[in-house]
C-alpha cells in the first residue's frame, strides 16, 4: 500500500492534469478482488490492471502492449 495516498487519488491527480492526461496507466496492485478491476477497468477507464503476485513476462507484455498503443494514437 502507498503511503499518504492511493492509487486512485494518484489516477485522479494525473487525469486532471493536462500535461499527464494522456498518459496510459496500468494499476498494479495487490487487491484481486473483481469488482475493483472491473470498476478501474470499466468504469474508471484504467488501460490496464495487474494484480499480484504478476509474472515478470506478462508484466512486459502487457507494458509492452499499453506503450504501443499509446504511441499509435499520437
Known amino acids: ?5 492511493d492509487g486512485w487519488v494518484v489516477y485522479r491527480k494525473l487525469k486532471e492534469d493536462p500535461s ?5 496507466i496500468a494499476m498494479l496492485t495487490v487487491k484481486a478482488r473483481t469488482i ?3 470498476m478501474a477497468l470499466d468504469v474508471i477507464g484504467v488501460e490496464d490492471y495487474i494484480t499480484k503476485p504478476f509474472n515478470a513476462e506478462d508484466l512486459v507484455r502487457r507494458v509492452r502492449k499499453l506503450l504501443s498503443s499509446s504511441f499509435r494514437s499520437i
Open 1 to 5: 500500500m502507498m503511503p499518504g495516498m
Open 20 to 24: 499527464t492526461r494522456d498518459i496510459p
Open 36 to 38: 475493483n478491476k472491473e
